[in-house]
Every structure is written in C-alpha cells, then in structure tokens.
C-alpha cells in the first residue's frame, strides 16, 4: 500500500459569482475517445438543478485528452481542467481534484463515460436529505446491470465477496466511479494508492455511514480499460492487506465535550 504525497497539478482556475453547490471530480487518463461527450451529459444532468464544477484532473495523457479539455473549457464556464506534472494513478487523480473542489460536498465519475451523469441529481436529493445533510454519509454506486465482458463482471463479483467479507464493508460494488460525499469527509480519510475502491471501509472505519445507491451502468465509448484483471487482483490484495491494518489501528473516542 503506497501512501499518497501531495502531487502538483496545473490548470485554469474558474471564476464563477458564486460559489458551487456540488463538485463533480473526474479522472482521467487517455480518454479522448469519452471525455468530451461526457462533460456534456454532466452540463446537460445538473444545469438549473444547482450550482456545480466540473473538476478534470489529467494524469498526463498522451493522446488529445488535454487539446480537448482547453476547447471545452471555452464553452463551459463550470470547467475547471487540472493537469498532474507526474503521472500518479486514479487515487492520486481523484484525492487532487477533491483537494482542489470548491464545493461542500463531491461526486466522483469515471472518465470513460460508463458511469451516467443522469444519477447525479437523484444522489444529491438522497444525501440532502439525509439526517445532518448527510454530513458522515457516503453514497456508493451499484452497478446492477453492469455492460462489461463475463470475466470482468466474474472477477469483480468475486473480489467483491472477498473483499467484503474480509473488510466487512457491505458495500456490494466498492468498484463502481460513483461516489457521493461531503468534502470535508473525503478528506480526513487515509491517503493511499487505489484508495478509490476502498472507500466503504475507510468512511465506516471513522465512524461513518455507507449507502449503495442502484446506478446506470454503460458499455465504454471508445479507447481501452487501464486495469487488467491480473494486475487489479495483485494489487487488490496487497491494499486489502493494508486497509485491514488501518482497522485495526483505529480507535473511536466517541467525540469531544467540553471539560466541566
């Protein structure tokens, strides 16, 4: 489990009157092919629903993926386009765009287009109306009806039973993109590598609560999977090994009051 150090990012910042509401954090790597139908789904989703930001954080790809952040960026005034200096991964990529969101609460998505901006408005209604806002809640997508290949709906059916009964998380799908929390929340979590999918745990492990929320699910647009099977399985495990190390570490005080 490699832990996760600060990584610089580059970008336009975006003005805007006032501040937004929700932010929608994006990774992405190489997905020229999906990016800019995207953002447009998300403009179309959320525009007169609330005040949003659209956060991009670009893990150095080498295909048109940055030409086409700075042409959409012209005609979208909620683009907030960010560039890693180094290449550093999805967890890195999304713990930046949290970092640098302006809003209250945070939405994560995929950048290959598989995950549908259309669900963002139903999660928002959930989680404001939640006890406290939802203030210690994380929403977390299921894919129900997932439009992958047999192996990698097989492969994630089976990390996800293991993971889950090892972590105890009840979450049945932690590797859907979509994730809805308060910032605030995001940020006091653990940093790590591939901390994206452990999510559930990490938010329960501080006292936290974790709701699956039924999600679309799509059949990417165009370009390749960044993860195989072999390699997100070898990964997986050495994390999950971590992850249960942090569990064990942690000690709830039960919160503060005041000394009388």
């Known amino acids: 489990m490699t832990v996760l150090s600060s990584q610089p990012v580059t970008g336009i910042e975006a003005g805007a009157d006032e501040a937004p509401e929700l932010s929608v954090v994006i990774p992405v790597h190489n997905e020229a092919a999906n990016i800019r139908n995207l953002l447009d789904e998300v403009c179309a989703a959320l525009r007169g629903r609330m005040r949003f930001e659209i956060v991009v954080v670009d893990d150095v790809s080498t295909d048109e993926t940055p030409a086409i952040l700075k042409n959409a ?12 200096r ?13 970092r640098a969101a302006r809003a209250p609460v945070i939405v994560t998505l995929d950048g290959d287009g598989q995950n549908d901006p259309a669900d963002i408005p139903a999660l928002w ?22 439009r992958d290949s047999i192996i990698k709906r097989l492969s994630s059916k089976i990390a996800n039973a293991v993971r889950s009964g090892l972590l105890g998380d009840a979450t049945p799908d932690t590797g859907c993109g979509v ?25 329960l492990r501080m006292g936290g609560q974790v709701r699956s929320v039924p999600v679309n699910h799509r ?24 992850v249960i190390w942090l569990k064990r570490r942690w000690r709830d005080c039960g919160g503060v009051e005041p000394l009388s």
């Open 219 to 242: 059949p990417r647009g165009g370009g390749a999977s960044h993860y195989g099977t072999w390699g997100r399985l070898k990964a997986g495990i050495v994390d999950m090994i971590g």
């Open 125 to 146: 209604q959930t989680l404001k109306s939640a006890p406290d806002g939802g203030r210690g809640l994380l929403l977390a997508g299921h894919r129900v009806h997932r």
């Open 86 to 98: 180094q290449n550093a991964g999805q967890s890195m990529s999304v713990l930046s765009g949290v």
């Open 179 to 203: 994730k809805m929390m308060h910032r605030d929340l995001f940020l006091r979590l653990p940093a790590f590598d591939h901390m994206h999918r452990f999510l559930p745990a990490l938010v």
């Open 73 to 84: 960026r012209r005609d979208m005034r909620e683009l907030r386009p960010l560039r890693h």
